[in-house]
């Protein structure tokens, strides 16, 4: 647990003030994105079957959190979701979703093992989507123009935000940095991937770090572990910001193209879990049965954390947190809900 307090900190909403500015960040931003990438609001489970291999390993040693149920077979065990990857795009086909439509969803989920900081929490809240494209479409270049267009989001909200509360908004950059993960290594080989993370961030304001999964030439490590079966390694990435009040940067979404047949077998080799081939999501989608896809997930409590200048993710959410932290959060004035 590492716990940042930034010096003369003081919130310039009230609570009431801060629960009114959220739910206009939540309910435009979501209006603004379904517009821009052409999605359509869709219900979304808060758990799956543990059978059916839906549920997203994150990095591949979280434990989810599990239970059964008193009219299900005893051992058809249910998995609260990490995120919500692989149903997306089982539910665009199953939805009869057609090429360049998609689906937003509002996503929670209980991630057990989070380090707690200021910026992660036990209880996760995103907005998960997913989009059909064409095989031909599985390029850099589609996913640039994709997350252009989530910035071009955030920037809008941060527009309303700043005439709604001018003196409570965090001000964003005008423009989005690309960089791959191996030129973060070749540009920084020894420092650790979250320093260069920070370094880049600090000179470039916001940053889309591509090629996030596989391993990296120096240090024949992945630059951040990445679940092999959702994200195709060579076209996703993650956006982040420099976030001024804790001089750190903060990432908003994590993104991608999706494995294709053939890269899910080529990841899932790499990452020693061939086993999960006889699963019914994999097995689909090795069949060829499921559409390309592109999607991602943008965090809801991080996005009202930047935009609304707060220093810890508890003033715009109501989680659970450890009583030590709660008391030097207070110490400083940050209003832990």
Known sequence: MTLILPEDYH????????????????????????????????????FVEKHTGLNDNLNGVERPVAFDAKDLPTDDTL??????????????????????EGLFTNMNAIRRDEDLDNFHSIYVDQWDWEKIIAKEER????????????????????AGCAFRYPASTYRLPEKLYFITTQELEDRWPDISPEERE???????????IMKV???????????????????????????IFWYEP??????????????????????????????????EFHRMLLDGELPYTIGGGIGQS?????????????EVQASV??????????????QIL
Request: glycine share 4%.
């Open 11 to 46: 919130p310039t909403l009230t609570i009431r003030d801060t629960e009114a500015a959220i739910v206009y960040i939540r309910e435009e931003f979501q209006k603004v994105l379904a517009k821009k990438l052409h999605l359509q609001r869709m219900s979304a489970p808060l």
């Open 79 to 100: 998995e609260i979701v990490h995120s919500l990857a692989k149903w997306k795009r089982m539910a665009l086909k199953k939805y009869g979703f057609s090429m360049h």
């Open 139 to 158: 390029t850099i270049e589609t996913l640039k123009s994709t997350v252009t267009k989530i910035f071009a989001a955030i920037k809008e909200i941060e």
């Open 198 to 208: 920070n370094k880049i961030t600090a000179e470039e304001k916001a940053v889309f």
């Open 213 to 239: 999964g596989d391993k990296l030439k120096r240090s024949s490590k992945p630059h951040d572990g990445r679940a092999p079966d959702y994200d195709d390694w060579q076209l996703n990435g993650d956006l």
């Open 246 to 279: 804790l001089k750190q940067k903060i990432e908003i979404s994590s993104m991608g193209i999706r494995v294709s047949p053939e890269s899910l077998h080529e990841q899932l080799k790499k990452a020693d879990c061939l086993d999960r081939e006889k699963l």
């Open 302 to 314: 991080r996005l009202c954390m930047l935009l609304l200048g707060k220093a810890h993710i508890g």
């Open 321 to 334: 947190w450890p009583h030590d932290m709660i008391t030097k959060c207070k110490e400083h004035d940050i």
